[in-house]
């Protein structure tokens, strides 16, 4: 027992996969509990064996935010820590001595760092700082998907603090479909159509789906949003307003939009190399290579959802090579796609890309 009650819950359905690892993970807590709503695999049974707290009910008709404030419900209302995770999450060990080492009475929220995607060879992917570990009282979800924390500012004022070192990682079943997602973002909208995080998700789904006119209309809606500041997010709405005008066929207009989001985050990789891909395809090869170089030379990745893993792996030398090389200066081009081949090594374009270069060198 620490020096404070921590207690860890979840909400399930079908992750039989995951239990051992996710309950040898969560055991520094004092207490678990899981909502399972509605498995029909040996998920329950599992994690009964394991001693989780399980709590079976169906959420109908489905919302996230409903299903996480029930599973909340089932946290003790004496536990001090409340821990939000996912049975295809894990931590790193020592976290818990290490939450209990930034938390006070006064504290009311924990930021913590979070891989939510790793690279094929094992390395990061995308990382950001999540914020899902609060106090028991004045909080709930909302949210049909993509659901957030909401404080009730009646219990005080929200305080957060970061817990360096603290680390958990994201290793999800693949094969699960997002189907789910498109509908319940649009309820979202629905619901609250002032708000610009939902509003940015539901344009960046409806391009997952090849939805490109409704892609557009929605993002230019997230743009025109009074709370829509934050030039990250921004800058991720217009590339992917660019990315629906490619998918009409109107380059014109794409070519505008990939200006505009380079304009409004400079200091991303990924405006940058969108635009880099959009060169390549038209064979503006000199504007290619000063588009991934100026990528290049920035340095530092911030830890937020937008930043790209391809942006800072094998993607900016890929396209320098191909630039260099069809503009005959194959020594620089054969640098970058070793360079590409050292991110990516059982890529078998890049090593055919990398045998053919060095024979143009060679020669």
Known sequence: MGKYK????????????????????MKEADEIYVLDTGSTDKTVEKLEKLGVNVTVKTISPWRFDVARNKSLELVPKDADICVCTDLDEVFHNGWREKLESVWDDNITRIKYRYTWSFNPDGSEGVVFISDK?????????????????SFDN????????????????????????????????????????????????????????????????????HLSLKSATWKDERCASMRFIAKGYEGLKDFAEAEKWHLYSIAEAPHLREPWLDYA????????????????????????????YINEAKSYGSLPHDLLSLGYFYT????????????????????????????LIKGKVEN
């Open 6 to 25: 921590v207690c860890v819950y979840a909400i399930c359905k079908n992750e039989e996969q995951f239990v051992e690892r996710w309950v040898n993970s």
């Open 133 to 149: 570990i609060h106090k028991r009282k004045g909080y709930k979800w909302i949210g049909a998907v993509h659901e957030v924390l």
């Open 154 to 221: 009646a219990y005080g004022v929200q305080k957060f603090v970061l817990a360096e070192g603290v680390q958990l990682d994201h290793h999800p079943d693949c094969t699960k479909p997002r189907s789910q997602y498109l509908p319940l973002l649009e309820l979202a909208v629905e619901e609250d159509p002032e708000n610009d995080r939902n509003m940015h998700y539901l344009g960046r789904e409806y391009m997952y789906y090849g939805m490109w006119q409704k892609s557009i209309d929605t993002l230019k809606k």
């Open 277 to 304: 891909i959009f060169s390549v395809d038209r064979g503006e090869w000199d504007l290619c290579i000063w588009l991934c170089n100026r990528a290049l030379n920035i340095k530092e990745r911030s830890l937020t």
């Open 328 to 355: 005959g200066r194959y020594d620089k081009a054969l640098y970058h796609i070793k360079t590409a081949v050292e991110f990516e090594p059982q890529n078998r374009r890049l090593q055919n890309n990398l045998i």
